[in-house]
């Protein structure tokens, strides 16, 4: 075949004894869109990052026929190989231009930097490939799409004509995915060659050429886009089929255990995050916060959560006041709260799972301020097998896949009998295997009479799930939907595009 | 239980991943010494005209004798307690330099009590009373750079750093002015043997204080890790948004791990002025809360590993007092020493990215516990 990247036999093992990638074969022809699909924890960004020289592993790896050794990014940028990260590789305090030009910078004869030149250059790429960058503003400040942008003009101007792209779409908004989609679409009219990461079929389906579809490790095959359905997809990546509708049984509300009055959240720039929100959560549902992320849900948990205690108006948690509340005796009300951010507060990743799993209730697990091991072991040990967590008890955090980090995540949080789950972007950046898992957690946590609080902006998910909906846009809620059926994506779009607005809103 | 059910559990406890995982630590930790002990002699090489004579006494004078060793045994008491408390504070992520001041004070705390209670009838309880009430002093006053830094998020470093110069002058004040010995200038008053910790052998002027520092480090091993306290304070040290996120009072754990390291700092100080000490004639700071740190790096935090750092460090300083006494080498070249063992333990990460390739190119399959290169990193920063 004239693949114009070829990868044969690529098998890395990670220090710890994880095979990322177990004797893979990979064809890229030029100037098409490629994905690579797979599971978390399948090996795809592995493969991705041998390519770009920032892992080194066994195997060959031939450009445009030559056979080529790729030892660092910076070789693989003399090849003309970029990638963008999944998490940006940028200085936040540092503006678009000076990102772009990092490392490459352009000097004078005396050593000085040409900034007004780079600055031009910074505008001249962003109207040749279509994208909108203020080459002053500091990366910080951008919103998550232009940082991204930001990062795909990097690799640009570093000379790059293959493009990998590590889960693009994990942190955008649909409307954002689509524009990312028209820019990647432009690229490779312009001849470049386009390898995205990602593990959304309908995005395979709607802007790829090819796949390879990776599982365990290993390569379980190529196929033309158009040649194969989503289902088919979706077998191939998990080994079996995956129910994209789950079944559920029609709810049963109880007693509302979570009411929120008035909520305002003062925002920056003046203007209301939140703004004057009520609702209530009963028993024995699940009510979902529908919307495009950055329109106050954020806002709401942290005040829920009682993380965040600068809010006016009143949540009230079973009869008591949350604002005088420490987290620690909100959670000992029964408040579980699976948050957004996996990383940096769902979890601590240089502890091994063991630590993370009891963090929840250790202090319980006491005899004279001494831990009871054994019974906190034995009880973990059940979780992972409970969860299916690809784990033991002394592994790091940091060494699992996304996936796997989460399953630990809901595994803490749904022990102990709480009352109200409330479950942030649960699945963002998960496998589809793991996905259907926690699904069926937490329709499981209703069917068992507690509240579940879900904030998504997978509307896949928003359909699957909820029982209840409340579209949120600007702050406000645009729409309460009580008949989840009765909707569509359409119509569920325009209210959280605010074009639409409910005129009762009975939340 | 039978002889035979003894061995197979003996065995059974070397063969568990965890014992593997020590045992490797331990080797690679006895490498990173050895090359230490090269750098040693390549200095005294440079600095001595006899230098055969000079490293023969640097290497074996320590264990020419019954007294030396136990000399090894005391010097390296002090650095087991600052060991054990900079690694509590450095596990909840608190840069505190307390410890000096709290040994400082925990000693002075304790010489001054321990003539004025001390009765020929009660020679253990008496001595042991005093250097809780020292550790407690220095608990007390390490309370000052916590509380500024869970409170008002006053940098731990800069506060507990001046802390130790106030302590110093205030204690030196209090030994001219109001507490001294009439008869002595500027020193505390003579310690009966009564008033002091019993020898352990009188013959080689070793004091019992050396298994309070063992006991130390174990009870500090198992404060970290087996109680609920210290797993708080670990994981409010690794990640304090977690920490928080799970209801953790993360500001006590700010708290509480600088007064407990600051206690047993101040501990350590009263044990080793009533072991080895007549009286409190310190003009200046000791350094073995500075020595506590290197300690720390050494044994990337494990208090459990304290004592046998601590007796490395003792092993060269006695080493390098006796060259200096009978050989032309000066005893400073144990800072130079010292200050080597330092870079090697910073670079001891990427000492441990060779081994871990080379480990893995000679047995590929086997899967090997993941080891924690960001400690190595943070201890070493």
């Known amino acids: ?507 | 239980m039978t002889k035979q059910d003894l061995v197979q559990r003996f065995c059974g406890y070397f063969r568990r991943n965890e014992t593997k995982s020590m045992l490797r630590e331990t080797a690679k930790l006895a490498v990173m010494l050895l090359i230490s002990l090269l750098f040693a002699i390549v200095v005294i090489l440079i600095a001595s005209k006899e230098p055969g004579e000079a490293i023969r006494v640097f290497l074996f004078e320590p264990f020419a004798d019954s007294y030396n060793f136990c000399r090894i045994l005391t010097e390296s008491l002090p650095l087991m307690f600052t060991g054990v408390a900079v690694c509590i504070m450095m596990h909840a992520g608190q840069f505190n330099m307390f410890v000096e001041g709290g040994f400082f004070l925990g000693a002075f705390v304790s010489a001054v009590l321990a003539p004025e209670l001390a009765s020929e009838s009660a020679p253990f309880i008496v001595p042991f009373f005093c250097i809780v009430v020292g550790a407690t002093a220095a608990g007390l006053v390490g309370y000052i750079p916590a509380k500024l830094k869970s409170r008002l998020g006053v940098d731990e470093f800069v506060s507990s750093l001046m802390l130790n110069y106030i302590v110093l002058w205030v204690v030196l004040y209090l030994v001219s002015n109001v507490c001294g010995d009439p008869d002595g200038v500027n020193v505390t008053k003579y310690l009966e043997d009564y008033a002091k910790l019993p020898f352990l052998s009188a013959d080689n002027e070793l004091s019992m204080g050396i298994l309070f520092a063992v006991a130390a480090a174990v009870l500090g091993w198992v404060f970290l890790f087996r109680t609920k306290w210290g797993y708080a304070l670990r994981i409010t040290g690794r990640n304090p948004r977690f920490a928080a996120h799970c209801g953790m009072n993360t500001r006590a754990v700010v708290t509480y791990s600088q007064v407990i390291g600051a206690s047993v700092a101040g501990f350590g100080g009263g044990v080793y002025m009533l072991g080895n000490y007549y009286r409190f004639s310190w003009r200046t700071l000791p350094n073995y809360g500075f020595d506590g740190f290197v300690i720390a790096i050494m044994v990337r935090n494990n208090p459990m590993a304290v004592p046998l750092a601590a007796l490395f460090l003792g092993y060269l300083r006695v080493g390098s007092q006796l060259m200096a006494q009978l050989t032309d080498v000066q005893n400073e070249m144990i800072y130079i020493i010292q200050g080597l063992i330092i870079i090697l333990f910073g670079a001891k990460f990427l000492l441990e990215l060779t081994l871990r390739r080379k480990k893995k190119a000679e047995e590929p399959k086997e899967p090997t516990a993941p080891e924690e290169p960001k400690e190595a990193k943070e201890a070493a920063a």
């Open chain 1, 1 to 507: 075949m004239n693949d114009y990247i070829r990868m044969v036999g690529i098998t890395k093992v990670y220090p710890n004894g994880v095979v990322a990638n177990d004797h893979v074969d990979l064809g890229i022809a030029r100037g098409e869109i490629h994905a690579i699909a797979g599971e978390n924890g399948a090996g795809k960004s592995t493969v991705m990052k041998v390519l770009y020289g920032a892992e080194r592993a066994e195997g060959e790896i031939y450009i445009d026929g030559e056979k080529r050794e790729i030892s660092s990014p910076k070789a693989a940028n003399a090849l003309g190989i970029g990638m963008v990260y999944q998490h940006f590789m940028l200085v936040n305090e540092f503006p678009a231009w000076q990102n772009i030009f990092f490392g490459t910078e352009l000097r004078n004869k005396a050593g000085f930097l040409k900034k007004k030149e780079m600055i031009a250059r910074t505008k001249q790429l962003c109207e040749q490939y279509d994208m909108q960058v203020d080459p002053l503003q500091p990366c910080g400040q951008m919103s998550v799409s232009t940082a991204q942008k930001v990062e795909i003009l990097k690799v640009l101007a570093r000379g790059a004509t293959i493009l990998i792209l590590d889960e693009p779409t994990a942190v955008l908004t649909p409307q954002e995915t689509e524009q990312l989609f028209r820019q990647l679409r432009l690229l490779k009219e312009s001849g470049f060659t386009v390898i995205i990461i990602t593990h959304k079929l309908k995005e395979i389906k709607q802007l790829c050429d090819r796949v390879t579809i990776m599982r365990q490790g290993k390569s379980v095959g190529v196929y033309n886009v158009a040649d194969v359905t989503e289902a088919d997809i979706s077998r191939l990546m998990v080994g079996r089929d995956v129910a994209t509708r789950m079944e559920k049984a029609p709810a049963n509300p109880g007693e509302t255990v979570l009411e929120v009055q008035g909520l305002t959240v003062a925002g920056p720039g003046g203007k209301n995050a939140v703004d004057g929100v009520s609702f209530k959560v009963r028993t024995g549902e699940i009510l979902c916060f529908a919307g495009v992320e950055g329109n106050g849900q954020r806002e709401v948990i942290g005040a829920v959560s009682g993380l965040q205690k600068n809010y006016t108006g009143s949540v009230v948690f079973r009869g008591k006041d949350i604002r005088k509340m420490k987290i620690r005796a909100i959670r000992r009300e029964g408040m579980s709260h699976i948050p957004e951010d996996r990383l940096k507060s769902g979890c601590d990743a240089s502890s091994d799972i063991f630590e993370n799993l009891i963090a929840l209730d250790y202090d319980r697990n006491c005899r004279a301020g001494f831990l009871k091991l054994k019974p906190l072991r034995l009880r973990s040990q059940g979780q992972i097998e409970r969860f299916q967590i690809k784990g033991t008890l002394k592994q790091k955090m940091s060494m699992l896949s996304g996936g796997n980090m989460q399953k630990v995540i809901i595994a803490r949080e749904l022990q102990g009998d709480p009352v109200l789950v409330i479950a942030d972007q649960p699945t963002r950046g998960v496998d589809v295997g793991a996905i259907e898992a926690i699904h069926k957690e937490l329709i499981a946590m209703r069917d068992a009479g507690k509240a579940v609080l879900l904030v998504s902006a997978d509307l896949n998910e928003v359909f699957n799930l909820s029982d209840r909906i409340l579209v949120f846009h600007e702050g406000k809620i645009t729409a309460a939907i009580k008949d989840v059926g009765s909707v569509d994506e359409f119509q569920l779009g325009n209210y959280m595009l605010g074009i639409e607005t409910m005129e009762e809103i009975d939340a």
